[in-house]
Every structure is written in structure tokens, then in C-alpha cells.
């Protein structure tokens, strides 16, 4: 079992930045594939990115790219999400989830986290 836990969410005007953390539970936390996926309100959960288990793999949405950059600590067991020059659309809960693999599909994700609320103002 492995219990991940974000923060560093809240309300933001559009040109802003934010950093998402998710820290993890287990001490395997190396050997996990890391995502972030977003669910905005009346929208079904995408995803966002994903970084490999060693340092130096990382993966965008087309939505994300250019703005966002994932990147993770394993000493901490901790996986980040900075998000620069926010936009309204980037509105959503922010989920990070553990895997085995490299996917974007949320079905290869097992482990997810409670989720953290980014707000974008205009």
C-alpha cells in the first residue's frame, strides 16, 4: 500500500505560477512511475504528466506542454508539478498517482491521492 498526499494548491490569477507536491509513504517510492492527472468540474480526469522512475524521463500533455514541469526527489519521496503561466483551463483538482509504468492512462496507475485544488483566475 502506498498512501500519497498533495499540496501546495490554491487560487492563483492567469500568468501565475504554482508548485504541486506529492509526497509518498513507502520507501520504494524510487521505484514508481510518477503522475499528475487533473479533473476539472463537469470534466472527466485527464492527464497531465508522468516521470520515470530514474530522473530524466519526463511526459506532457499537449494542454501542459511548455508550462508545466514534473520533476521528483527521490531522497524525499516526493514528486513536484511546477506550473507556470497558469490560465483559467489549468482550473481543476490535481491528483498525483503511482505505477509501474510508463502510461497515461489512468487504469495503469495504482496507487492515487486525495487531490489538491488549483484555482485560476482571469
Known amino acids: 500500500q502506498v498512501q500519497l498526499v498533495e499540496s501546495g494548491g490554491g487560487l492563483v490569477q492567469a500568468g501565475g505560477s504554482l508548485r504541486l507536491s506529492c509526497t509518498a509513504s513507502?520507501?520504494?517510492?524510487?521505484?514508481?512511475?510518477m503522475g499528475w492527472f487533473r479533473q476539472a468540474p463537469g470534466k472527466e480526469r485527464e492527464f497531465v504528466a508522468y516521470i520515470s522512475r530514474s530522473v530524466g524521463s519526463d511526459y506532457y500533455s499537449d494542454s501542459v506542454k511548455g508550462r508545466f514541469t514534473i520533476s521528483r526527489d527521490n531522497a524525499k519521496n516526493t514528486v513536484y508539478l511546477q506550473m507556470n503561466s497558469l490560465k483559467p483551463e489549468d482550473t481543476a483538482v490535481y491528483y498525483c498517482a503511482s505505477g509501474r509504468f510508463i502510461r497515461t492512462t489512468q487504469r495503469d496507475y495504482d496507487y492515487w491521492g486525495q487531490g489538491t485544488q488549483v484555482t485560476v483566475s482571469s
Open positions: 513507502r520507501r520504494t517510492f524510487s521505484t514508481y512511475v
